[in-house]
């Protein structure tokens, strides 16, 4: 297995739509597994493909408790099919802006249609942090990262901070 380089804000590869996956094979699975690894590498509790300067349409997430056992999510081609009137505000971050931080505010619930690493088609209902996780890996595969949804003030404040981080150098 091996932990990718996760790339970070300035990188185009975020901001692209990715491609959907056409056939699910080895060659897939492995890069999902890859993924995790990354993920648990970095501390995060998702990641999607464009994140590793793939542009593919892979989401891994584990939202579990640290207290609990993993609940891995390996999804291929995902896409929201029903959204949830009621909304929820939740502190994101990303691993590709590390060490920043902000309110966001979706769809408290979520249907979400995917394809499993055995190509077959799944839906899943998301609620709470996982609600939360899956439209924010669903957002990388379009090119939307979680500043776009701060208000134009705080976002702008959040970059000029970034600008000067050498973290992002
Ligand atoms: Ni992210």
């Known amino acids: ?20 996956v056409e056939q ?6 492995q890069l999902m597994e890859d993924m995790v690894e990354t993920m648990y590498d970095a501390v995060g509790i998702g990641l999607a ?15 579990a408790k640290d207290d609990t056992s993993p609940e891995i999510w390996k999804m291929i081609n995902p896409e929201i099919i029903s959204r949830s009137e009621e909304t929820t505000k939740m502190e994101e971050g990303c691993l590709s802006i590390p060490g920043y931080n902000g309110d966001v505010t979706r ?3 979520v249907e979400v249609r995917y394809m499993d690493i ?8 998301a609620t709470g942090l996982l609600a939360a996780c899956v439209q924010h890996e669903i957002d990388h595969l ?24 050498p973290a992002f150098k």
């Not at 699910?24 to 699975?29: A, C, F, G, S």
């Not at 055995?118 to 209902?125: E, I, L, S, V």
């Not at 379009?142 to 981080?165: N, Q």
């Open 142 to 165: 379009d090119g939307v990262l979680f500043i776009d949804y701060l208000s134009r003030l705080k976002r702008d404040m959040m970059l000029r901070k970034i600008a000067k981080d």
């Open 24 to 29: 699910v094979d080895d060659e897939i699975r």
């Open 118 to 125: 055995d190509g077959t088609a799944q839906q899943m209902t």
């Open 107 to 109: 769809p408290a619930e």
């Open 1 to 20: 297995m091996t932990v990718h380089k996760i790339v970070l804000l300035a990188d185009p590869v975020l901001r692209q739509k990715a491609a959907p």
């Open 49 to 63: 493909a464009p994140q590793i300067g793939i542009s593919k349409r892979l989401i891994v997430m584990d939202c």
